[in-house]
T-cell receptor, first 111, second 114 residues
Framework: SQQGEEDPQALSIQEGENATMNCSYK?????LQWYRQNSGRGLVHLIL?????REKHSGRLRVTLDTSKKSSSLLITASRAADTASYFC???????????FGKGTTLSVSS | DADVTQTPRNRITKTGKRIMLECSQT?????MYWYRQDPGLGLRLIYY???????NKGEISDGYSVSRQAQAKFSLSLESAIPNQTALYFC?????????????FGPGTRLLVL
C-alpha cells in the first residue's frame, strides 16, 4: 500500500535550532500533508502541499516536495520546546478514499 | 480538537468482553474514520464511512465493527476483545475541497485489554 515513511525516526535538538524531517512515498500523489501529534493526543493538520508545488511556507514551517524523488521535507525553524511532538506525513491511498500515514518522526526540543 | 469528541477517554476491559468506543462530531463533515495507533507502527485505518449509508473496511478491520448512527456519530465495537487490541484509538472526520482532504482528529481513547 502507498505509505509515507518519515526519516529520522527520532530527532533531538536544542531550542533555537532548525529541525528537518523527511518523508518518502511510493506512488504518484495529488498532494502530501504533514500532521503533528502531541504526546497521547490526536493529530493536528499542519500543512498541505500540492503535487505542482515545490515549496510552501506557514509561519515557522517550510515544506518542500520533490515528486521526481517521491520525497518531502518539513523544516521547523527556530524550534521551541513547545514543538516537541511527533510529526507524520500523509498521502492518499490509490483509490483516493483514505489517507495513509507514515510512522512518524519524534522531535524533542530541549531548552 | 473539541469539535471531535471520543468517549470513553480511557478503558480497561478483559479478554472476551464486547466494548464500544464512541465518536461524535460537530463539524458537519460527512466522512468519518477510525484508526488505531501502536508504538512504532503509526496509525492504521480500521474503518471509514463517507455517509450514513456507506461503511468501508480499512487496513485492519478484523475483530472490529462499526455503526454510523447519524452524520455526527460513528461508533467502533470490539466484539470480543483480545490483548493485542490494546492500543490508542482515534476517530477523525474530514472534508474534501478541490480533491484535497484534511482530517480532524479526536483526542483518542486509550484501551487496555487484559
Amino acid at each position: 500500500s502507498q505509505q509515507g515513511e518519515e526519516d529520522p525516526q527520532a530527532l533531538s535538538i536544542q531550542e533555537g535550532e532548525n529541525a528537518t524531517m523527511n518523508c518518502s512515498y511510493k506512488t504518484s500523489i495529488n498532494n502530501l500533508q504533514w500532521y503533528r501529534q502531541n504526546s497521547g493526543r490526536g493529530l493536528v493538520h499542519l500543512i498541505l502541499i500540492r503535487s505542482n508545488e515545490r515549496e510552501k511556507h506557514s509561519g515557522r514551517l517550510r515544506v518542500t516536495l520533490d515528486t521526481s524523488k517521491k520525497s518531502s521535507s518539513l523544516l521547523i525553524t527556530a524550534s521551541r520546546a513547545a514543538d516537541t511532538a511527533s510529526y507524520f506525513c500523509a498521502t492518499a491511498n490509490q483509490a483516493g478514499t483514505a489517507l495513509i500515514f507514515g510512522k512518524g518522526t519524534t522531535l524533542s526540543v530541549s531548552s | 480538537d473539541a469539535d471531535v469528541t471520543q468517549t470513553p477517554r480511557n478503558r480497561i476491559t478483559k479478554t472476551g468482553k464486547r466494548i464500544m468506543l464512541e465518536c461524535s462530531q460537530t463539524k458537519g463533515h460527512d466522512r468519518m474514520y477510525w484508526y488505531r495507533q501502536d508504538p512504532g507502527l503509526g496509525l492504521r485505518l480500521i474503518y471509514y464511512s463517507f455517509d450514513v449509508k456507506d461503511i468501508n473496511k480499512g487496513e485492519i478491520s478484523d475483530g472490529y465493527s462499526v455503526s454510523r448512527q447519524a452524520q455526527a456519530k460513528f461508533s467502533l465495537s470490539l466484539e470480543s476483545a483480545i490483548p493485542n487490541q490494546t492500543a490508542l484509538y482515534f476517530c477523525a472526520t474530514s472534508v474534501w475541497t478541490d480533491f484535497e482532504e484534511t482530517q480532524y482528529f479526536g483526542p483518542g481513547t486509550r484501551l487496555l485489554v487484559l
